[in-house]
């Protein structure tokens, strides 16, 4: 199994050149947002989405209503991605097969001139993430798009052949086929490549941190929960007071973000928020986000996120010193399906990181309402939405439950044998 991971490189925009920087990336685009057929991206197997995002906080000014002055931050470009295998590794990669553009991009970032050494330079302005969520570990991209192939070959293959297939039962259909894809991959017309072993060093440090991580909170524990009942009760006194800023944005801002959506079958999210003052806020959202790092890692690792289908990936990271965060996300459908089913099905997911958030809909024990009042949550959300520049996915027009249904249909294939059940169960795939 190959693991994915994930990377993003955060520089402080050079004030004088953002417009510069911004008609570059505009012209990296077919459509609003949309990277163009011959971007470099698609010149890399290994990265599955990217997207080249400035990082403005419109809503920096929400502290004042807690009484404090308002903060200055700069204007940041990120570049980001998700990737099979280490993230070093392929920006080491991205340096030397497309250095002249990410130059010219990263140009515009402060501190970054002509001799400057690229690689290093990434490397250093690395922001790691808070807690990172894939849909399916070690699915990578040349499974996804081989999967792809085989889905597509089999389905021209029933639609010819559609009366000689109804006759045979399930396991004969099962053999029938399995044949049909032999002979395709010895023509050379089709391929199904064998799965990488998994890294050894991965795996002992997964497996230290699947044992690590629980061990030191259940060592921790007497602590915690002496701190954790202060906490409570200091966070539920915080909760009735919270101020909430969930007046509607303007039509511009929306329009803005309508024209990079929809494009295809996923969309790009992100989402930058200020964290509402005072350490226990802080706290609470650093322990939250801890457990839902821990989670994504070694629970949801096979096509849900709880009882989420639709998210490609994701990932959560602090900026300027914990001050602020954002959310970054890959999904399937429109903003609004997006918004619902986590409202229908996680809201409680939702209201235990955003309801740390400056301005969320006030929130109960931090579990209950918040998000429940959905036309303040969905204003919410697009006041704090950002639009991404430069968008880009390795296998256009599927959805995260394509993706499934593909992998599901080649393990099929590749199974040396079916029981009856088994077979007619694998045929309704297709």
Same mark, same amino acid.
């Given at each position: 199994m190959t693991p994915q991971s994930s990377f993003m490189v955060l520089g402080a925009i050079d004030r004088g050149r953002e417009a510069e920087l911004r008609r570059l990336l505009a012209s990296m685009n077919d459509a609003p947002g949309q990277v163009d057929a011959g971007n470099a991206f698609r010149d890399f197997e290994n990265l599955h989405f990217a997207r080249l995002l400035i990082i403005e906080d419109t809503t920096r000014e929400d502290i004042e209503a807690y009484g $404090?002055?308002?903060?200055?931050?700069?204007t940041y470009l990120a570049f980001l991605g998700d990737v099979d295998g280490d993230g070093d590794e392929f920006l080491e990669d991205a340096a030397r097969r497309a250095s002249k553009g990410l130059r010219e991009i990263f140009a515009c970032c402060e501190g970054f001139i002509e001799s400057t050494d690229l690689v290093a330079w990434m490397k250093a302005h690395r922001t790691p993430s808070a807690a990172d969520y894939v849909n399916w570990r070690g699915r990578t991209v040349r499974s996804a798009r081989e999967n792809a192939a085989l889905y597509e070959r089999l389905q021209r293959y029933i639609d010819d052949n559609a009366g000689a297939l109804a006759d045979l039962p399930p396991q004969a259909a099962h053999a029938t086929l399995q044949q049909f894809v032999q002979a395709e991959q010895s023509a050379g017309r089709l391929a199904l490549t064998p799965e990488n072993p998994t890294p050894f060093g991965w795996t002992i440090a997964n497996l $230290?941190?699947?044992?690590g991580v629980p061990l030191v909170l259940l060592l921790a524990s007497p602590l915690l929960l002496i701190i954790g009942a202060v906490f409570l009760v200091r966070l539920r006194s915080l909760e009735k007071s919270d101020l909430e800023l969930c007046q509607r944005v303007e039509q511009s801002h929306s329009d803005a973000l309508a024209l990079i959506e929809d494009h295809d079958v996923t969309n790009q999210f992100s989402a930058l928020g200020g964290v509402k003052p005072g350490v226990v806020r802080l706290w609470t959202l650093s322990f939250v986000l801890l457990i839902i790092d821990y989670a994504a890692r070694h629970l949801y690792t096979?096509?849900?996120?709880?009882? %989420? +289908?639709?998210i490609h990936f994701a990932r959560w990271v602090w900026l300027d010193n914990r +001050? +602020? %965060?954002i959310f970054l996300s890959n999904y399937d459908g429109s903003l609004e399906s997006y918004m619902d089913d986590f409202i229908n099905k996680v809201g409680f997911g939702l209201n235990v990181v955003f309801g740390n958030g400056m301005g969320y809909p006030r929130t109960n024990w931090l579990l209950i309402d918040g998000c429940k009042d959905e036309r303040?949550?969905?204003?919410? $959300? +697009?006041r704090h939405q950002l639009p991404t520049q430069?968008?880009?996915?390795?296998?256009?027009? $599927?959805?995260? %439950?394509d993706l499934e249904r593909n992998a599901r249909i080649r393990e099929g294939i590749e199974s040396r044998a079916m029981s009856e059940a088994e077979a007619r169960e694998w045929i309704a795939k297709l």
């Open positions: $404090l002055p308002p903060r200055s931050y700069p $230290l941190h699947l044992i096979r096509g849900r996120l709880a009882r %989420v +289908r639709t +001050r +602020r %965060v303040k949550f969905k204003e919410y $959300l +697009r430069v968008w880009y996915k390795a296998y256009p027009g $599927l959805t995260a %439950v």
